[in-house]
């Protein structure tokens, strides 16, 4: 728990959110600015930066990340297909320091990432 981080008062409650899913090391919700029908927030509960400071003390957490991400495509109806991304740095265009996953999907999405 970092007291600075958005999405660390989002998992303990201080700010609301539309929770899609909890689990003991995973909290999900809808983005604020969905870029799809389906987007939401994949987040570990542990407060890691970005995908730059995932190590073997905390990579449990991005495991768990993707088994949740497994059971909400299902729960939100992208049985097929979806796109998963994480924005990291600078210059990867995150701008919330926590690391996350975006789930996007309900729509054909493009083959280009960019
Ligand atoms: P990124 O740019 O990869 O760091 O993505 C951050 C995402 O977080 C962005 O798509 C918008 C979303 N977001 C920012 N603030 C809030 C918030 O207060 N609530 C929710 N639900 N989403 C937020």
């Keep these: ?7 660390c008062k ?3 409650g201080s700010i609301p959110s539309s929770k ?3 689990d003991e090391y995973v909290y999900a919700f809808r983005d604020i600015n ?3 029908p389906v987007h939401v ?3 570990p509960k542990a407060h890691i930066a970005s995908a730059a400071e995932i190590n073997t003390d905390n990579s449990v957490y991005v495991a768990k990340c993707f088994e949740a991400i497994t059971k909400i495509a ?3 109806g992208l049985g097929s297909g979806y796109r998963v991304i994480t924005n990291c740095g600078e210059d990867g265009g995150q701008s919330v320091m926590h ?3 975006h789930l996007i999907g309900g729509v054909k999405l ?3 990432i960019i």
């Design 99 to 101: 690391l996350h996953f």
């Design 74 to 76: 299902a729960s939100e």
């Design 20 to 22: 899609v899913y909890e």
């Design 1 to 7: 728990m970092n007291e600075n981080c958005l999405f």
């Design 110 to 112: 493009g083959e280009k």
């Design 41 to 43: 927030l994949v987040v």
């Design 10 to 12: 989002i998992i303990g």
């Design 34 to 36: 969905p870029q799809a």
